[in-house]
């Protein structure tokens, strides 16, 4: 019997652990094997190619030139939460169906967010480095961070990711506000109609919500004067939902105290001048990767795709 | 008039910033600008002294010997929560009053192991090293960490310092442990009367607890390796807690899973052969300093000392 094509793109970080987890379930096509530009390899070999298995946004776009590549495509499985990185309407205009991550990578992105937050707050990286250096011994005490307990934190899209911030940061005695498109009836947080008001009014903003056309930079210059030069940005949603021109500058100069960044504009790239600030904490998009979400998250793919080929309602779509 | 003089010894991190800010209250002795032995200089300038002034534990200890020195030593002031550095039979023989810290540190104290713990699970300060030195635009991926939502959590030591890590915890949807010398009748948490017990059945070991005879070494070689290779220490409290040497040779065999450590057994000098260690995360004894406490420390100290040259109650007392 013949296995079901999967083409992969990316490839997702899980991909290997999945491959050896999971043997003799698909078949799956890998270009980066072959020395050909991808549209070329696609055109060759994946004309009857009806699953595709993508990585999360960041470094690998599904756009409608590849699209126009797949005539028989008819589900895409992205290893992530976020549909940033697909060309959605034209998936929707060909009737493409979609399964993402779900909601199996919210506590891990909290946990972290809250991590990136305390690092940034109380220099746990930056004091790390210095002991390491052996600079301990020779310079004496390493300057205090600021404190988070108590603190006011706003929290950029309260959808599941946010929700379990929120409920990590109450651990903290922090008071805690948001902003997103609607009030949430159920959320015992201040609302903010606008981020503007939210960075105002908080001492860190911490972004959890999905990169659209709405929230694009929506981290601009005046929310970050805004948040002032004691204010801290957690990112764990996607690098462009900030301007990160303008961050840097504002990073460099004082503006803000500091940043927890986990995703950036151009991944895996990140601009070198990060590099040598010590009120910044760099992390290689792995908010969401654990172990355990590994090992989760290639369950949940194989489901999807075996849903798919069995013709049976698919595990996680992604609905509108 | 003549001010009050206070001996000062260490000196406590904080005493630029306490002795710029309150200025004209005390004259302050500080050994440290001469050219002197200490126990020479207390023998030629600190005979009517009647205030001590004094770092935290670590690297300062306050032993009969200086002790013998002044005559007429009425109080000790540490900046420090911990006593372990006093020679406390010999203070109280001679009818010495003690203050400390109080509980202005425990919520500082509580973030920054929750952050520790974030840190070694989810690898945020090895992360940033790996970003930093260009690794991720050149080696791809960066391994995943462990999860810490849901995780079981033993904390060593149950009081102010080790509720708060608790309270935090439980934001998480963590599984509290602890052991402490005798089960807290208030306390939702699973009691363990021996921490090697504890060990056995917690992923994570958070020591909050002080130095005492009792707790010297308490975590040895068999407490280790109950606590097993996946699993992780973090230490608040003092380094004498842990068998150090013991601790490095099972972080380098693989027979614990990491560390994160913000005291040490000889500060300020911390074992070299933890410095090329991933799985640890090395913090210059900071836990308990933010800027903000910083701020409410030197006020508490300086109100210690007024309360004693005017006669009045201590304002956190050390007793029995």
């Given at each position: 019997?013949?296995?079901?094509?999967?083409?992969?793109?990316?490839?997702?970080?899980?991909?290997?652990?999945?491959?050896?987890?999971?043997?003799?379930?698909?078949?799956?096509?890998?270009?980066?094997?072959?020395?050909?530009?991808?549209?070329?390899?696609?055109?060759?070999?994946?004309?009857?190619?009806?699953?595709?298995?993508?990585?999360?946004?960041?470094?690998?776009?599904?756009?409608?030139?590849?699209?126009?590549?797949?005539?028989?495509?008819?589900?895409?499985?992205?290893?992530?939460?976020?549909?940033?990185?697909?060309?959605?309407?034209?998936?929707?205009?060909?009737?493409?169906?979609?399964?993402?991550?779900?909601?199996?990578?919210?506590?891990?992105?909290?946990?972290?967010?809250?991590?990136?937050?305390?690092?940034?707050?109380?220099?746990?990286?930056?004091?790390?480095?210095?002991?390491?250096?052996?600079?301990?011994?020779?310079?004496?005490?390493?300057?205090?961070?600021?404190?988070?307990?108590?603190?006011?934190?706003?929290?950029?899209?309260?959808?599941?990711?946010?929700?379990?911030?929120?409920?990590?940061?109450?651990?903290?005695?922090?008071?805690?506000?948001?902003?997103?498109?609607?009030?949430?009836?159920?959320?015992?947080?201040?609302?903010?109609?606008?981020?503007?008001?939210?960075?105002?009014?908080?001492?860190?903003?911490?972004?959890?919500?999905?990169?659209?056309?709405?929230?694009?930079?929506?981290?601009?210059k005046e929310v970050m004067q805004a948040l002032g030069k004691d204010?801290?940005?957690?990112?764990?949603?996607?690098?462009?939902?900030?301007?990160?021109?303008?961050?840097?500058?504002?990073?460099?100069?004082?503006?803000?105290?500091?940043?927890?960044?986990?995703?950036?504009?151009?991944?895996?790239?990140?601009?070198?001048?990060?590099?040598?600030?010590?009120?910044?904490?760099?992390?290689?998009?792995?908010?969401?990767?654990?172990?355990?979400?590994?090992?989760?998250?290639?369950?949940?793919?194989?489901?999807?795709?075996?849903?798919?080929?069995?013709?049976?309602?698919?595990?996680?779509?992604?609905?509108?």
């Amino acid at each position: 019997m013949e296995l079901p094509q999967v083409l992969v793109l990316g490839p997702p970080s899980i991909f290997p652990y999945l491959e050896s987890q999971f043997p003799n379930r698909f078949f799956f096509l890998k270009p980066w094997l072959y020395n050909l530009p991808l549209t070329q390899f696609l055109t060759s070999y994946a004309q009857s190619t009806q699953a595709l298995l993508i990585r999360g946004g960041g470094s690998t776009q599904l756009t409608s030139a590849i699209i126009d590549c797949l005539p028989s495509l008819k589900l895409v499985v992205t290893s992530s939460v976020g549909v940033d990185h697909l060309d959605l309407p034209e998936l929707r205009r060909r009737g493409v169906a979609i399964a993402n991550a779900g909601n199996l990578f919210s506590e891990d992105a909290a946990d972290m967010a809250v991590g990136l937050l305390i690092d940034v707050l109380r220099k746990v990286s930056a004091g790390d480095r210095f002991v390491r250096q052996g600079l301990w011994s020779k310079k004496g005490d390493f300057p205090p961070g600021l404190k988070l307990s108590g603190k006011r934190i706003g929290i950029v899209g309260l959808g599941k990711i946010g929700s379990e911030v929120a409920k990590r940061l109450e651990g903290f005695g922090c008071k805690v506000s948001y902003n997103s498109r609607t009030k949430k009836s159920m959320a015992p947080y201040s609302y903010y109609s606008n981020v503007y008001e939210l960075a105002a009014n908080t001492e860190a903003l911490i972004i959890c919500c999905a990169l659209t056309k709405e929230t694009y930079r929506l981290i601009n210059k005046e929310v970050m004067q805004a948040l002032g030069k004691d204010g801290v940005i957690v990112n764990v949603g996607r690098g462009l939902i900030i301007d990160e021109k303008e961050m840097i500058r504002c990073l460099i100069q004082g503006e803000i105290g500091g940043a927890g960044l986990d995703v950036f504009e151009n991944e895996p790239n990140v601009p070198e001048e990060l590099f040598n600030l010590d009120n910044v904490v760099l992390s290689p998009h792995n908010a969401v990767m654990t172990y355990e979400s590994k090992v989760e998250l290639s369950k949940l793919v194989v489901n999807n795709l075996e849903a798919f080929f069995s013709n049976t309602p698919l595990v996680s779509p992604v609905v509108d």
